[in-house]
């Protein structure tokens, strides 16, 4: 089988875009989900390029899984759990109006929520980026 993960990047990337559209839009719970999705999919091209297959949508367990995460260089943004821990919180609440009492997610997200989604996943996506073409390099 092809190794994929510049497959899942691009689609990251195209994720990181939709993000963007969508809090400029002021669809907030929308950019939000799509900055998890992007970093999902980021994290799930650093695993393939690692040489694994991962599943799942809990950020900090894909991280979890990436092995030999020491030979990676450059090094991780910092604080790059909190940062998958707070994405990880856009997973559900922003799709599903029984995530609160009451309203609709998009009630519950503002530009506050899509400028730190945005934040994070970016700088997630990037670091990833150098790492898989560094490692691409070295192979």
Known sequence: MAERSADWLNQ???DLEQAEAS???DRHEWA???AHQASEKAL???NL???QQVWGHTLTRLWAAVPEKDGLLPPPPAAIEDRLRLLDGFYIPTRYPDSYPEGTPGEH???LQS???LLHATAII???RAALAQLRERA
């Open 49 to 51: 390029v690692r040489g």
């Open 109 to 111: 997200f503002g530009r």
């Open 115 to 117: 400028e730190q989604g």
């Open 32 to 34: 939000c989900f799509a």
């Open 44 to 46: 799930k091209a650093l």
């Open 23 to 25: 809090m400029q839009a």
């Open 12 to 14: 990251a990337l195209r």
């Open 126 to 128: 990037e670091w990833i």
